[in-house]
């Protein structure tokens, strides 16, 4: 036997844990990371009937990459396996009220994508082609057009955008809690503020999990563990190639008169971003020069760098006054896709991470894909391009690069 160790604002919230019970001695399946992935998958395994699973959460529930996303909700991807995850995924949060029964604050207000170059606007009307094939409702629309959908948007320089109008936002806070009360009501143990110390093997087998609350005997790991996973996955021998990449984000002071309804708007070639949130907007932007790391402090001066780009394309946008912000992490791969399956070496440890922004958009469908690996049934969803094999040398199992 082997141990390898390793020593708001805004719907923003955590699930406190006042409620939840202890570290149990043994388990079926431990779900490492309390994240909307874990809680999914969390979720979908305890309706189908498993028993005996244990979610480790080294803080609140929701309090990692999960409790601080933008909240948008699409399918306007470039290729079919990202479509029909947000696809689902999307009709999944229209239902949450029902299944498994919260309201999340989704307001389907559409995405926008603003183009500013003649090969952005092919690339896009390639990928609406095949989206419009797969169901979904999008787009090409004029600059004209894109305006009058959000008037903040100057025109100057655009060449086209592209929009869906099933597409929108939600609140992140409230789909993990909506997931989580509903998995703890069918039984399954959230073990919140605990954290993974080792992972126990015997050959390819997972006999145990150790945390800062006691060991878990079991037989099956799956890592949710978002930004941290390659840690997690270096305990049990697992490469899972995920870098933790710093995003941030502000709020408006509150808008008199108050912002119109718009759509999720993004920039595509600066991909600075806005949408409405409570009495204000939400601004956000990648800063390019960002590098890895675990940092989530939150530093004001990186607003001119939104305010740079607001000034040419939404000029409005540029002067408004913030009220604060936050910083949360990017789940990071090679090429930008998740990854999603069981380790070949070690069929007991199974993983969903590294969704590069998309996670929160996704989860729905890939809690229900993590449900059917375990049960050791077909997916609805062919995910076999996203097994982290695809980066070993000479592996000829990689996605798809898509451009949104």
């Not at 001695?25 to 809680?39: E, L, N, Q, T």
């Not at 984000?249 to 759509?263: H, K, N, Q, S, Y």
């Not at 530093?299 to 000034?311: D, G, Q, S």
């Not at 590294?354 to 958009?361: A, E, N, T, V």
Request: negative net charge.
């Amino acid at each position: 036997m082997t141990q390898r160790q390793l020593t708001g604002r805004k719907g923003v919230a955590c699930l406190s844990s006042s409620a939840f019970r202890a570290v149990p001695a043994s388990a079926d399946v431990v779900i490492i990371g309390g994240g909307v992935m874990g809680a999914s998958t969390a979720f979908h395994l305890a309706e189908a009937g498993v028993k005996d699973i244990v979610v480790v959460e080294r803080g609140d529930l929701g309090c990692g990459s999960s409790g601080k996303p933008i909240g948008g909700v699409r399918a306007q991807f470039s290729d079919p396996l990202n479509i029909e995850l947000g696809r689902r995924s999307l009709r999944a949060f229209r239902d949450f009220r029902h299944r498994p029964g919260a309201d999340i604050g989704l307001d389907t207000v559409g995405y926008l994508f603003l183009l500013d170059s003649d090969e952005q606007a092919r690339d896009f009307e390639t990928g609406v082609g095949l989206q419009n094939s797969l169901d979904v409702p999008s787009r090409m629309i004029s600059p004209e057009e894109a305006r009058h959908l959000c008037p903040y948007v100057s025109t100057e320089g655009l060449v086209a955008a592209a929009y869906s109008p099933a597409d929108g936002h939600a609140r992140p806070a409230l789909v993990v809690q909506g997931y989580a009360r509903a998995a703890a009501r069918a039984g399954v143990t959230l073990a919140t503020h605990t954290a993974v110390r080792g992972i126990d093997t015997a050959g390819d087998r997972i006999v145990g999990v150790h945390t800062s609350q006691g060991r878990i005997a079991c037989s099956t790991v799956i890592c949710t563990a978002g930004a941290w996973s390659a840690r997690i996955g270096d305990m049990a021998g697992v490469d899972l190639p995920v870098r933790p990449v710093k995003r941030q984000l502000a709020f408006t002071a509150p808008l008199t008169p108050p912002a119109p309804r718009i759509p999720f708007t993004i920039d595509f070639s600066s991909t600075a971003y806005f949408h409405n949130s409570d009495d204000g907007l939400l601004l956000g932007l990648a800063d390019p020069d960002q590098e890895d790391g675990f940092d989530t402090t939150w530093t004001p001066h990186w607003l001119e760098l939104f305010r740079t780009v607001a000034r040419r394309r939404a000029p409005a946008l540029a002067e408004l006054r913030t009220a604060g912000g936050w910083a949360g992490l990017y789940e990071v791969t090679p090429d930008h896709n998740a990854l999603i399956g069981r380790s070949r070496e070690l069929p007991g440890f199974l993983y969903a991470t590294g969704f590069s922004g998309h996670g929160f958009l996704q989860a729905p469908a890939v809690g229900e894909v993590m449900r059917d690996l375990y049960l050791d049934r077909e997916p609805s969803t062919d995910v076999s391009p996203l097994s982290a094999d695809r980066f070993r040398h000479g592996a000829d199992t990689r996605p798809e690069a898509h451009v949104v």
